[in-house]
């Protein structure tokens, strides 16, 4: 197994440690950052250790193999995703691309929860730099970096306003994270919807190949 199999938890133990929350075997991502878990043993899936960390009725996301976790867990849903990485630089032009700010906060989870409710959060923007597409003064496309390893970077919250797709922003915007990641010799990597074929396509055009498939496996904490 590689560290991308267990995305999680290794971004828990590095790059991302000062977000982690937990135990020597399980950790999540601190609420109000995003509702991430992870465990060094997936099999194993110990999440009750996080009982000091969670609340009743918190809903928390596992990335890779659907975990068997205990019985004051519930299974609420799955999404089946593709997971990508890319090696290489696009040559797509990025004139209107810029990087975001703390000013840009209330614009960036306006946009992101119309598109993608769910997964970005007011304290998301602090795992890593994320970047935007402005109209007329209006923020109508953005992505950034989520969870961030010891050599590998996630490109996440990859969202254009439905008034203003068809026109190449999203290719900006991840081409733009791309070539920043591998300039300092980090591989970018993404998880997209395996049933979003379009979306596919797009980042196979950017130079992104599959490399599995990988669970999104959302669970609510129903007592401890």
Request: charged letters at 20%; a neutral charge; aromatic letters at 10%.
């Amino acid at each position: 197994m590689t560290i991308l199999d267990n995305p999680v938890w290794h971004a828990l133990q590095t790059v991302h440690r000062a977000f982690a929350q937990g135990s020597s075997t399980a950790q999540r991502y601190q609420a109000g950052v995003l509702q991430l878990m992870g465990a060094a043993d997936m099999k194993a899936a110990p999440f009750n250790e996080l009982s000091d960390w969670l609340q009743v009725g918190e809903k928390l996301y596992t990335v890779g193999d659907v975990p068997v976790l205990p019985a004051n867990w519930q299974y609420i849903k799955q999404y089946d995703c593709l997971q990508m990485v890319c090696d290489t630089k696009a040559n797509v032009p990025q004139p209107d691309v810029v990087k975001l700010e703390n000013a840009n906060l209330a614009d960036m989870l306006t946009l992101v929860n119309l598109v993608q409710p769910g997964f970005f959060y007011a304290q998301t923007p602090l795992l890593g730099d994320y970047f935007g597409i402005f109209q007329s003064g209006r923020l109508v496309a953005m992505a950034g970096e989520r969870m961030r390893i010891d050599g590998y970077t996630e490109v996440s919250a990859v969202v254009t306003h439905p008034d203003f797709t068809g026109r190449g922003y999203a290719q900006q915007l991840v081409a733009q994270v791309v070539a920043k990641n591998l300039d300092k010799g980090v591989l970018p990597f993404l998880h997209v919807n395996a049933a979003n074929e379009r979306a596919v396509k797009v980042y196979e055009k950017l130079g992104f190949r599959t490399r599995r498939g990988v669970a999104f496996s959302q669970f609510e904490l129903m007592s401890k």
